[in-house]
């Protein structure tokens, strides 16, 4: 018989030796495999994920859009609710995969010694990486669709090029589980999961997600337009409106670049950690 | 399409040294080295492990063994010195030889999310093993851990016997050519001991290559063909267990107990008695190779000890002659 596992070590090791990132087997999607296994039973409380943006959406975008009236957003007046949808489903992916990447990853890594066991087989460190921010998105995805559809039956969808959202969202939460996952393997206790509360909230509220960027003062225009969750905002907002511009290219340009360095940063350092 | 790591065929002498004769060593170490910031744990080891056998590294907490293992295990890199695992090199053959290692941890780290067949399932596709394959082997291996019944039970409610045995038969799935074994037996109870033991002499029979450590003369004795005794990193004897024994104490041992607060100070008065006698804080241990003679000579001079009791020689023994000081403290 030939060995699936070897020769896949094969060709997936040559690339590797060749990446300046750590050695893996290219399998990340049996780790993908576990946690749906794991999922399966857990499934409750992921659904609640999919619930916290449908609420926002009506309590901001319904409720508040009746007293809000008209925005202006890239150029026209649209509903509140139409300008706001958007934001909502990009804060959602980026809250989602940062819950995944943090929480359910430290305690797989301090408690549940997960990767310990999986890395005595084929897998590496970068498998490891690869496959928990995979599933991380591929949660996201799923939520983002549904979310999506709530949102077309709201009235908050103008443009077919919606559907290109998903994936946008997707991207959202490459970005942050992988940059999420990566500062996971910093922390020492619970307690310090707050840092991560700290520097998420704030982006939640201030990133353009409820209102223009144009409300800022000059001076803090520049700082909003140089945290992560502006692109994603940005960019998902550009698609369900059907605005397709040169500024797309830098939303998605500035997402790949943080995915791929939290990705590569995260391997490193599930690494450092256990393969010592 | 998998691969099962090809099997080694069970020795029709039972003796490991037709193996070496024939074949390859499954494990080879010339000064090997593992050294962390602030201390060198395994400091310059010699090992070499033929096919077929029982090899056990045995040596108190903090010896080394566990930095030993893993190395081997292909999950920490030798600082220095030359390691082949399976022929290959662990720093640029990792992941094909941990296809052909199973591992079973000082810890267990089951899967607690997983059930008990879950457990087995999923592991064996980390080595992309097809899933049809998988469960094949999980109800095999299911049946060799006595576990079948509790298949589709969760981990956590098992008792430590039961998830020792889970922990094997996890890393039995890809029929490993070595089953590498850190500490299998710790924090279990007699019974438990013994169903793991016939476990494992069974997976020797069938030809699977044995390492493992403990800090148990007994096991050290009953599981290992040969073993190496380590201290502060380094091996500081090799040889069968009935052999080290040979060479390093005597037949019999008598062990002294007195009504004392300072055992040293009875020294004295069984000095002649035994060969060599060694001091422990709560008895004295007279090496002799006829215990009985040892006693009436004892009675003869009018000692009158707490207990006197008359024992084979163990590996405990050739421990504390070695290193002067006992296994587990």
Known sequence: MAAPAQGRVGVAGRLARALPVPAGAGMARMLVERNYRSFRRTWVIIVSGFFEPVFFLFAMGVGIGSLVGDVEADGRLVPYVVFVAPALLAASAMNGAVFDSTTNVFFKLKYAKLYDSVLATPLGPRDVAVGEIAWALLRGLVYSAAFLVVAALAGAVTS????????AATLIGWAFASIGMAAT??????????????????????????????????????????????????????????QVGADLLVHVTYLVVLGLVGTAWTARRIERLLLR | ??????????????????????????????????????????????????????????????????????????????????????GMDPRTDGPRIRAGLGVVPQRDSLDEELTVEENIWVYGRYFGLPRRLVRERAAELLEFAQLTDRARSVVEPLSGGMKRRLTIARALVNSPRILLLDEPTTGLDPQARHVLWDRLFRLKREGVTLVLTTHYMDEAEQLCDRLVVMDHGR???????????????????????????????????????????????DRLLLYTADGEAAQSELHRRGLEPLAALVRRSTLEDVFLHLTGRTLVD
């Not at chain 2, 607060?261 to 035994?274: F, T």
Request: glycine residues 8%.
């Open chain 1, 160 to 167: 077919p090029l919606a559907l290109l959202a998903v994936p």
């Open chain 2, 235 to 281: 091996i500081v004897a090799e040889g069968s267990p009935s052999a080290l024994i040979a060479q390093h104490s005597t037949r019999e041992v008598l062990e002294l107990r007195f009504d004392t607060a300072d055992h040293a100070a009875r020294l004295g008065e069984v000095d002649g008695i035994a060969e060599r006698v060694e001091v422990l804080p």
């Open chain 1, 185 to 242: 393997t910093y922390m020492r206790t619970w307690a310090d999961f707050d840092y991560v509360q700290l520097a998420i909230l704030p982006m939640f509220l201030f990133s353009a997600t409820f209102f223009p960027l144009e409300t800022y003062p000059p001076a803090l225009q520049g700082v909003v337009q140089a945290t992560p969750l502006f692109h994603g905002v940005a960019m998902v907002r550009d698609l369900m409106l059907g």
């Open chain 2, 1 to 86: 399409m998998p691969v099962e790591p090809p099997q080694v065929p069970a020795d029709p002498t039972g003796s490991p040294t037709y193996e070496s004769a024939t074949r390859e060593p499954m494990i080879r170490a010339r000064g090997l080295v593992k050294a962390f910031d602030d201390f060198t744990a395994v400091d310059g080891i010699d090992v070499e492990v033929r096919p077929g056998e029982a090899f056990g590294f045995l040596g108190p907490n903090g010896a080394g063994k566990s930095s030993t293992m893993r190395m081997i295990g292909c999950v920490s890199p030798p600082t220095a010195g030359e390691l082949t695992v399976l």
